[in-house]
């Protein structure tokens, strides 16, 4: 039996929602699993991953598969690194200390890149209020220039 880790669906619908369960490959993608090992909310910002680290580890000793999304998740959250260091023979402390070094570096990242979003969205915001008061300014004046073009022509002229 080809056992992988891989995502079901869950959640409503443009609200999607996966668990992170380990099951026989030859299932279809949301049928009978054998456990779950968490829970994915891509929706979210950022995008919050609840998982059993050493239920997966468990799992991937055991020689199930995990899938290329379920894969990158799990290195995201150092259960890879963790995996393979203590394949290579180091403790069990040296493995849960890097990936939580691997992890606190991904958040690091993410947290930056949201950050950068959210500064890039709010001086495009200010630009535009800016380029607005300008333009009101601008229609100001010619409003001025105008009226102040037609009091010199309705004077009349000394003879």
């Known amino acids: 039996m080809a056992v992988r880790i891989r995502l079901t669906r869950a959640g409503r ?7 992170i369960v380990v099951m026989d ?9 054998l456990d779950q090992l968490g829970v994915y909310y891509p929706s979210q910002q950022p995008a919050l991953i609840e998982l059993s680290a050493q239920k997966a580890l468990d799992w991937l000793r055991k ?18 690194i963790q995996y393979d260091l203590l394949k290579r023979g180091a403790t069990a402390e040296q493995a849960a200390s890097e990936g939580a070094r691997v992890k606190n570096a991904a958040l690091l990242r993410t947290q930056t890149k949201l950050a950068t979003v959210a ?10 209020a800016r380029a607005a008061e ?17 009091n010199a022509v309705s004077e009349p002229q000394g003879e």
């Open 119 to 128: 500064d890039k969205k709010k001086a495009k915001e200010l630009e535009q």
């Open 13 to 19: 619908k443009k609200v999607p929602c996966f668990r």
């Open 63 to 80: 020689g199930a598969q995990p899938s290329d999304t379920v894969r990158s998740l799990f290195s995201r959250e150092g259960v890879m």
């Open 25 to 33: 490959g030859r299932k279809r993608r949301d049928g009978a699993y």
């Open 134 to 150: 300008a333009a009101k300014a601008a229609a100001e004046a010619s409003k001025t220039s105008e009226a102040s073009n037609e």
